[in-house]
């Protein structure tokens, strides 16, 4: 059973946008916190936004701070990821992911993921 699905990566010539993304079942949409993690060939994982489902809290990595936008449509359980203004160095496989407990503020203890979506930035 799928319990995140992410959906709308694709190839982009840098300087545009691609919105990302994740429906998620209604089990792990509860789980108050759910992000999407970035993972660039041959680099570890990173986390690039959170969101807390229950307020609408957000927080960013520094890098991606007034380029992408993470935000939530809760009737559809669905998670966002607008990403403006892309450069090459954005190009990653994009995971969303969720957690119960812990901070806003930390990339830690994601126990749910989906498979990713492959965002391509070209210059």
């Known amino acids: 059973q799928v319990q995140l699905a992410e959906s709308g990566g694709g190839s982009v010539q840098a300087g545009g946008s691609l919105r990302l993304s994740c429906s998620a079942s209604q089990y792990i949409y509860t789980k108050h916190y759910m992000a999407w993690f970035g993972q660039a060939p041959g680099k570890e994982r990173e986390g690039v936004a959170i969101i807390y489902t229950g307020g609408g809290i957000t927080y960013y990595a520094d890098s991606v701070k007034g380029r992408f936008t993470i935000s939530q449509d809760k009737a559809k359980n669905t998670v966002y990821l607008q990403m403006n203004s892309l450069k090459p160095e954005d190009t990653a496989m994009y995971y969303c992911?969720?957690?119960?407990?812990?901070?806003?503020?930390?990339?830690?203890?994601?126990?749910?993921w989906g498979q990713g979506t492959q965002v391509t930035v070209s210059s």
């Open positions: 992911a969720a957690k119960t407990g812990g901070s806003l503020y930390t990339w830690t203890d994601f126990a749910y």
